[in-house]
């Protein structure tokens, strides 16, 4: 793999792999058997233009546990606060040779732009609502290890599915595995095409989430909505909250699982967030860092 840039350009058989290595450095974390110095001689810039507490954490902490050293550079202390603009700054950090790349960033497409100018790899820690490739590998990770598989297994994605890269990078990684895939979200957050034709889009939680094995919940992603699509925190959650009690009534035994950051009051109720018997969340931090680890070696590992 030259870059990860996303899923939109994986088939299968590539996220197989990925799945298969993350499972492998899994393993191997919990035997403290791997090799420490596997990226001994990279160096890696994080390039974060967003802010991050999981994927830029984790990543750092996935190069580290493979050797690599880690250049968090900070674009609030940069020279795009003196006027340099995005492709002189990119330029100019591509000049000192780095071995890698995992950047963020608000605009669509910017680690495709950075990628072709870059002579070294590029992985997307997120850009925009477009993708967020490693999240969807995390979350797969975890499903398949929870439920020992990913295909046949019916997720329902309940929320702000419109300006989520973590939905538009999952709807289609699970379509691609074979996974039966629901979308739930009032029309406002409701994209106008989804990115697969059997994906089925509900308005209403209890249609949307019957009979599922997973049940992920999204933010509203308030920083990308033009205006207040949503009147208030208060009246999504008595629509689209998800309690224990209706989880229970629609889909007895399902799991469900967020990115993060997880707002209290807003997705779902507390109690869910913190049962260990119904919530994956932590597991999906976890498992951030095995995914990282394999995608840092098949993409920087030769
Ligand atoms: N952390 C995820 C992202 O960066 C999800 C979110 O922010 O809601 O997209």
Redesign the pocket.
Known sequence: MRHLLGIDELDADQIGEILERADYYSRALRDGKWDHNHLADKIIFHLFF?H????LTSFEVAAKRLGARVVNWNPQTSSLSKGENFTDTIDTLCAMHPDGIVM?HADYGAPNFVAARSTCPVIN??DSWRE?PT?ALLDAMTMKEHFGKIEGLNVTIVG?IAH???AGSNMQLLCKMGAHVRVVAPPVLMPEELPFKEIEAHENLADGIKGADVVMT??L?KERMDSALISSDAAYYNEFGLTLEILDKHAKGAMVMD???LVRGVQMEDSLAEDKSRSLILKQVANGIPTRMAVLDLVLGG
């Open positions: 967003e991050s507490t999981r994927t963020r820690g997120g967020h999240q702000d989520s890269r973590v999204l933010r992603q990115p993060g950051p």
